[in-house]
């Protein structure tokens, strides 16, 4: 009795020290059909940004952005309109683009608050076509993977074939992509060897058999249920092996297609087509048993590879999912879902500490140390860029030095010197990130840290004597 008693015991200590170092992370999906329009003036409501609880990661997908060559080609050139807009939004609040993928008009951003990004590591994105038979990226998916913390997530926006009898073919293009889509890597090397795969865009799925009248008088007492035996999605879970893989919430809002153009009516057009829930998020967290596999004798390191994902798990839960049917610029209406991501961190210490020493001024030269935290192999095209607090992106640099070019060795670490010259005489708010050329990403941010105003410019009368409000009432 006590043997049992006190192995209970030990249970519930054991269980308690494993919720002690899991760490929960929101996680904010977005995806919308934006039918080749520009984007509104204001996207807090979509992206929930009154809430006082912020997620720590945004993935926005988006489908038929403006395409037409001569746009594409400035939108390829510069940032698009509609990255811009989210990256101005969100880039004030703590969070950076930290990589995107375009194919025709089909987009895909990931965004990440600062205090996580040295830790978002083996990035890659691609895509697949699959209008006109391949050849055309009308259709298709874009796919942008990543470890956190060590934990390997990818992210497919897609959008599929159209029309209430291709069913079928969508199911085949799901597969196609899935199948298609490969990375370099060894461990995970296709879409569904992640751990945890987020799949959603405008999968056009449509709902069968049901009337125009039927479905209206569902929609206006609020009994979606009544509709969901007959949405293609849900009836294609039941035979499909393949989407019997992932995970759904269910449907309690109502369809999101199609829609009269600035407006909250259903199609009233000579086609009148039946609302439809075409815009889905789904997902799904590889089970334990596939990560186990099958080991061949000898193989230790797969061994351990395969005992270390057991001991850091990853759990997904969806806390919201509904459509938000306060914008209208588009025939689709955008479909959000909140996620709550509970893991246990691989690893919790970047690869290499910087900081900004002395005081920085473009009146002198200034000094940055750094020192590797971990062991990684750094390379001559390493940088460490100077940004100002609240950056959009990696490319929002003030000002960079390579790494190599001017360091210099000492007991704990490097030092780089920055010239005079490079540094923004305004001065402002700063942070310094290191970029590792070799894993394609930041790997190390430094504390924000005052860059103060030149004194030779203001004597010159360059700039105001009080740079500082000068700086103040800019960022306002």
């Known amino acids: 009795m006590e043997e049992d008693l006190s192995?209970?015991?030990?249970?519930?200590?054991?269980?308690?020290?494993?919720?002690?170092?899991?760490?929960?992370?929101?996680?904010?999906?977005?995806?919308?059909?934006?039918?080749?329009?520009?984007?509104?003036?204001?996207?807090?409501?979509?992206?929930?940004?009154?809430?006082?609880?912020?997620?720590?990661?945004?993935?926005?997908?988006?489908?038929?952005?403006?395409?037409?060559?001569?746009?594409?080609?400035?939108?390829?050139?510069?940032?698009?309109?509609?990255?811009?807009?989210?990256?101005s939004t969100l880039a004030p609040l703590g969070y950076v683009k930290v990589t995107s993928i375009r194919m025709q008009g089909l987009l895909l951003l990931f965004f990440s608050k600062l205090d996580h990004v040295p830790f978002i590591r083996d990035i890659q994105t691609t895509f697949t076509r699959t209008g006109l038979y391949g050849y055309w990226g009308n259709k298709g998916g874009v796919s942008i993977r990543l470890s956190f913390y060590g934990h390997?997530?990818?992210?497919?926006?897609?959008?599929?074939?159209?029309?209430?009898?291709?069913?079928?073919?969508?199911?085949?293009?799901?597969?196609?992509?899935?199948?298609?889509?490969?990375?370099?890597?060894?461990?995970?090397?296709?879409?569904?060897?992640?751990?945890?795969?987020?799949?959603?865009?405008?999968?056009?799925?449509?709902?069968?058999?049901?009337?125009?009248?039927?479905?209206?008088?569902?929609?206006?007492?609020?009994?979606?249920?009544?509709?969901?035996?007959?949405?293609?999605?849900?009836?294609?879970?039941?035979?499909?092996?393949?989407?019997?893989?992932?995970?759904?919430?269910?449907?309690?809002?109502?369809?999101?297609?199609?829609?009269?153009?600035?407006?909250?009516?259903?199609?009233?057009?000579?086609?009148?087509?039946?609302?439809?829930?075409?815009?889905?998020?789904?997902?799904?967290?590889?089970?334990?048993?596939?990560?186990k596999g099958v080991v061949e004798d000898g193989d230790d390191k797969e061994e351990q590879k395969k005992e270390r994902e057991e001991e850091f798990p990853l759990r997904v839960a969806q806390e919201s999912y509904t459509g938000k049917m306060d914008y209208n610029i588009s025939d689709h209406k955008p479909v959000v879902g909140n996620f709550c991501l509970e893991l246990?961190?691989?690893?919790?210490?970047?690869?290499?500490?910087?900081?900004?020493?002395?005081?920085?001024?473009?009146?002198?030269?200034?000094?940055?140390?750094?020192t590797p935290l971990q062991s990684f192999t750094s390379s001559s095209w390493d940088w460490i860029g100077l940004f100002e607090v609240g950056f959009k992106s990696i490319s929002d640099y003030v000002t960079y030095t390579w790494v190599k070019d001017d360091q210099v060795a000492f007991i704990d670490g490097f030092q780089v010197y920055v010239s005079k010259d490079e540094i923004p005489v305004r001065g402002g708010e700063c942070v310094l990130c290191y970029y590792s050329s070799n894993f394609q990403c930041i790997v190390g941010v430094s504390q924000p840290f005052k860059v103060q105003g030149s004194r030779a410019a203001i004597e010159e009368g360059c700039l105001p004597e009080n740079i500082d409000g000068l700086n103040q009432a800019v960022a306002s």
């Open 152 to 291: 390997m997530l990818c992210f497919l926006n897609c959008h599929l074939t159209a029309h209430m009898n291709n069913a079928s073919h969508r199911v085949y293009e799901i597969e196609h992509i899935l199948d298609a889509q490969t990375f370099d890597a060894k461990n995970t090397p296709r879409i569904l060897d992640h751990k945890a795969v987020f799949c959603f865009g405008d999968l056009n799925f449509r709902i069968e058999d049901h009337g125009m009248h039927f479905i209206r008088n569902c929609l206006a007492s609020q009994r979606f249920d009544l509709l969901w035996p007959k949405d293609q999605l849900t009836m294609m879970k039941l035979k499909e092996t393949i989407l019997q893989k992932f995970e759904e919430g269910p449907l309690n809002f109502q369809p999101t297609y199609k829609f009269d153009l600035n407006s909250d009516n259903y199609d009233t057009s000579g086609k009148k087509r039946k609302p439809a829930w075409c815009d889905r998020i789904l997902w799904r967290v590889l089970s334990k048993s596939l990560q």
């Open 344 to 370: 246990r961190k691989m690893y919790d210490t970047p690869l290499v500490q910087l900081c900004a020493e002395g005081d920085w001024s473009a009146d002198f030269d200034a000094m940055i140390t750094y």
């Open 7 to 87: 192995g209970a015991l030990n249970s519930i200590s054991l269980g308690q020290k494993d919720s002690e170092i899991m760490d929960s992370f929101g996680l904010y999906v977005v995806t919308w059909n934006v039918a080749t329009a520009e984007p509104p003036d204001d996207v807090h409501s979509l992206l929930q940004l009154s809430s006082p609880k912020k997620p720590d990661l945004y993935v926005i997908g988006l489908q038929e952005v403006r395409a037409a060559p001569l746009k594409f080609v400035s939108d390829l050139a510069f940032d698009d309109s509609w990255s811009h807009l989210f990256m």
